[in-house]
């Protein structure tokens, strides 16, 4: 059984193994103090080219999202996230278990605009009502869309012209990077959010994430927030290692591209095939809508998961590539696919 | 500079890092419903002996505690703790952020008993006050003293009696268990204590705790609270492989063993060189008192921690040994340490 | 300026003040456990006719939904209530200060039913969304609606099919009993609900709202709780003396029915001169769609609130009559609304 | 049985519910934006004499604390309060479940000393620990103590150079400030606090209690956590009628004063008696310690409450005296503790 599920289902990039490896017996300090955290930070400061921004390690993204979020927010204050954003949908209410409410304008595309978040402004305007402070953003989307750097020029002039903080959640950061009509550099980011989530378990690492905060005011004591939701580990430099060695030689980006590149084979074939979309995706989430038939035929071979069910005879499921998906598997699942329709 | 600092300043155990290279690019579910995982729970059952009990691995200390002690409240409940606790005084207020009190009776030697529990529970009558329904405790605790089999059995049946739960921290568990005069085994535990947090971070992996729930009406729908604490790991495999690892062939007590052997190697020498420690340790942690011209020269060499300050003169540090600990860095170590005197 | 804003505008009704002039210097004890909380609550049982009932008083809705809410859910859980529900939108996120989210189906008339709430229970499947729990309702509701006996009849049993607990908020509910319609009487909702806030502040009391219990699985330190959010009164008895008042002599009930009177008076001035209303509302709150330049002259002489902007030209706005609202009020006001139409 | 019990067992004063009777159906503003809450802070601020403070009216002494204490603490800060503070011991854990630990010096007499706080700041340096940023007292204290102007002008003076915020919980603050050895006037608080709570539900309203925030910084949407915690009272202006009344003609300090002088007479009467004390208290509260017999004979004829245990034989009690107790009811009393102690 060949798994499309997800991203996260193969082992590190070899690279990342091997540097543990070669370790040995080294002694670092705990909780990030460490050589390897500092040359981490070094190798990223040189793409988001931002001195003043501070960066942090945490293992996951539930918890990287809680506790920033958590971190910027007075108790009063909302964040306002598409309906289908990771921190409404996917994360068993993390964010109101710290006390704040998630307000969501409903998109069709995954993606948030200031037509979107007007009307939000504007049914909360006074103490009845809690007071939107910051916009949550994934880039790209949980249904694989991405925000264009003119997109995102546009939403973060109007935060800021709003009095919102612009979190991205970059979990699969360098497979929005990569699509050709994203336009964006990571020295964009310091222009275009306030608080960047670089995502390592996506991306080729055995777990964790980096977070970029690039405002002073909200900086201080971020390692208290840290502390306090159980995300600072004992054993930082083992995230400090992971992403020295994402942040050499551009190996981040490069999984990226290749996760995209085998994404765009497959809905390629897949269209060719004759099967539509949920989203126009040009990264490596696709949203094949299958007839029920030949997806309980897919599913004999190939792991996948449910996304929707548009009507009664089809549903809508997620094929996700990675870092690790070799073409030849794409192309031999492709195979597959012409044969399963033939015989259906 | 060698460091005495903790136990959790090495790489993981070599075979935990063969094991993972060994994996190549098998791939895995996620979130932790994959077969490494399953396989650890196995391994841990045949230690725990209680098939009832339900199996959980987290990321690292504070967010185990932080998750099973709010699973397991109700809103207006407290736990109780030494006043030395780790939930107490080492994890910025995790527990309280749940919306729980920490009720911290003084301990001498960082051990609860009953009759440091009574007056607790006398004092706390009525809804004016919080409600006491949980005791921690760690073991061994964090001055490095134990509870031995009989002492465990006293304050469980007094939990018992009174109606409290009672949560066993074992972050350096098998450091307890190897101490000749604790008497307890794994397979004490499920009569012993209601909810048991085996330790892997300070204990040879490169990050990770099991959590074991033996009690039936404490288990329902734990998954949800890890999701919501953001302490269920994409990657969960990568707990299930190094839970593995520790429970095949009992490398994981061999490896509690080893720190406490290294260390009563430490504690021995010390003594010998006429210095006094703040606590009867048997474990990996010692805390001897140390004249202050002394402590500043080990540090010329040594990394160690400050722990308290008996007087002007005197400072009682934290040596930690590890899995890792060689003996001949102990024995250099205290030769070192007999001509630091000796010059003093 | 006469004020249509709310059903909170006017003082108490005359016999609770004379009740509290009549009290003198008399003693009581705290916290309400006093002889005047005792009688109040015998007087609501005759009514509820539910003796394993547990009843309390608090001081305003927002608390006694908080307190109730968070009391009854674990961490993991979150309450379902129709988008316009009070929990929703009026509260400044309460419920989510307490870490619970609220699930929000869009609902035309305030009004929740099985088939809004099913596809709620569909898409909540696992551990990565919250679990819902509890089902929260007003009745009336925020847009002036009533739930009949029928309706609540098959909201409660597909409640019970599917697990859910049921909440009332009838911080106006005798004006809900007091739509012919509505079939409901007091002794029904045992039968019918799970815990039913029955409303003070809003039907002649000073303030203050009682919340019954009906289930003892529920009961256990519901004083915790109530201590723990701040709403237990030092001066307890001052809620008893007014819920002792209102319910002699069936005060409450026609309270609320002279406040539904009086806004049929109004509803069917208004619709006579030609308004149309955003929902047929058959209680004391009622939602005329304004031409502007009505709107705007009315609120020369008249307080009003605004509610929805159904286009650039109209308003939606709230009227409200109360307890105190003379009929003699109501006939001025629609004298004066057919002035100024005719003089638009 | 005539009740010593406590400070809110007793009616409002009369002139308080001779106003309510005097408005009629007045009608006004929800939530705290009318004339009479005007008319109230006005009063207010020519005691103060603040004209940068804002002020807001709360329904009771727990949600005070906890929507003040939550408003102005960052989530990883904490409050520091003596052992004995309210916040620690009679909210049920209200502080904690927004969050926050309460650090808690041990004191001897209620009060907290610049020497109290240094080893709490002392021993929490970094992120493993709490940030504490908060100092609460109460004047008079839980165990009747006052604080006089010199020791919180120390006490203040130390708070602002270790950056603490100081919240002073006024709930008896008159009683205070009728101790001729206080020397405090209402003037004087805006330079020796930064939050400061008037007390009224045990001063002679119904309930109710005013917060006065007096910097800048603090200020800002506090009305939000108000409306979050559920202590925005519909019908607000019910506060306001009651401030205004107390602070008209200096009700407010007459009061206190009256409650002071009943209890020194009681304070006097016991002492000839032979009876000693818990504590040297000038106010209201008085804490002496009986012999248990005698104990058992009082409270076949009055009503107090139980404060600690100092030995077998002995228990030491609370007498608290309020703004309605009668000099002739004391000097009956003490009449009857002769007899008592003869007859023993």
């Known amino acids: 059984m060949y798994s499309f599920k997800n991203d996260y289902s193969e082992n590190a990039h070899p690279s990342i193994l091997q540097k543990l490896m070669d370790m040995g017996m080294e002694q670092n300090n705990g ?25 942090h390690f945490l293992p996951g993204g539930t918890i990287t999202n809680l506790t920033a979020i958590s971190h910027i927010l007075k108790p009063y204050e909302a964040v306002i996230s598409s309906n289908t954003g990771h921190i ?18 409903p998109s069709d595309d995954g993606k948030l605009t200031p037509e979107l978040i007007a009307p939000i402004l504007d049914a909360h305007e006074d103490e009845f009502f809690v007071h939107p402070a910051c916009v949550y953003i994934s880039n790209p989307t949980e249904v694989g869309t991405i925000y264009t750097k003119s997109e995102l020029e546009r939403l973060y002039t109007y935060c800021k012209e709003h009095d919102l903080l612009l979190f991205l959640d970059g979990a699969r ?10 336009q964006l550099e990571m020295k964009d980011f310091k222009d275009l959010t306030d608080i960047l989530f670089i995502g390592g378990t996506k991306v080729g690492a055995l777990f964790g994430e980096a977070l970029v905060i ?15 939701s159980g ?13 020295e060695q994402l942040f050499s030689d551009g190996l981040y980006f490069e999984l990226g591209k290749h996760a995209d590149r085998t994404a765009m084979l497959l809905k390629k074939g897949m269209a060719e095939a004759g099967i539509s979309f949920l989203t126009d995706s040009p990264t490596n989430q696709q949203f094949p809508i299958l007839p029920n038939k030949l997806k309980a035929r897919i599913e004999e071979k190939y792991s996948i998961s449910d996304w929707s069910k548009p009507d009664e005879d089809h549903t809508c499921v997620r094929f996700c590539t990675s870092w690790a998906t070799k073409e030849e598997d794409v192309l031999l699942f492709l195979e597959d696919l012409k044969q399963m329709i033939a015989s259906l």
């Open 88 to 105: 409404n949908i996917h994360e068993c209410g993390a964010i109101e278990a710290t006390g704040h409410k998630v307000l969501t304008p």
């Open 31 to 55: 909780y990030g103090m460490d050589a390897h955290c500092e040359r981490a930070k070094q190798l990223i400061q040189t793409y988001i080219q931002c001195e003043e921004a501070s960066i």
């Open 231 to 243: 995300s600072m580990l004992a054993k930082g430099w083992l995230l400090g290692v992971q992403f």
């Open 173 to 182: 950061l360098p497979m929005a990077l990569g699509a050709p009509e994203c």
């Open 214 to 228: 690039f405002r002073k005011e909200l900086q201080a004591r971020f390692r208290f927030s840290m502390k306090r």
